[in-house]
Structures are given as structure tokens and as C-alpha cells.
């Protein structure tokens, strides 16, 4: 098996779970510390669109990646059991 086929998977899911830590850990306190509430406030309401939709996007092509890869993987060496 080729594992370098998987790559643009593994390297979307790694876009998607960074951009979530990202937004959450960095952006979101570094505006909340920066400006006033109702100022950050505003502000990240006007991100939160963006980043959900990019999310969204996201996520779309992980799915279609997977249910692309997953034939590939339907040998019974990657089913998951509870009996062997």
C-alpha cells in the first residue's frame, strides 16, 4: 500500500483541527485581551461567520477524501472488531 496517496487527507484533517485550536487558544483571547468587551465582541462576531464556513468547507472535503479512501481500506485488516 501507498501511504503517500494518504497525505492530502492526513494534511486536511491537520488544517482542520489547527484552524479550530488556532481560533479557539489564540485569536479569540488575543482579541478579547486587546480591545474593550463590546468592541471584541463585535469583532469576533464578524470572524465567526468566516470561520465556520471555512470549517464547513473544510470538513466537506475531509468527507469526500475519506469515502474516497475507505474502499481502499475495506480489507478486513482495518475492520474494527470486538472479536478477532
Avoid: Q
Avoid at 46 to 52: D, E, Q, V
Amino acid at each position: 500500500m501507498n501511504s503517500y496517496r494518504y497525505i492530502p487527507y492526513t494534511l486536511v484533517l491537520a488544517l482542520w483541527v489547527g484552524g479550530i485550536a488556532a481560533f479557539t487558544f489564540v485569536v479569540t483571547p488575543v482579541i478579547l485581551k486587546s480591545y474593550p468587551r463590546d468592541t471584541a465582541g463585535d469583532i469576533v462576531g464578524k470572524l465567526f461567520p468566516a470561520f465556520f464556513s471555512c470549517n464547513l468547507l473544510i470538513a466537506i472535503v475531509a468527507l469526500i477524501l475519506f469515502l474516497v479512501f475507505v474502499s481502499e481500506r475495506s480489507n478486513r485488516a482495518y475492520h474494527l472488531s470486538l472479536f478477532s
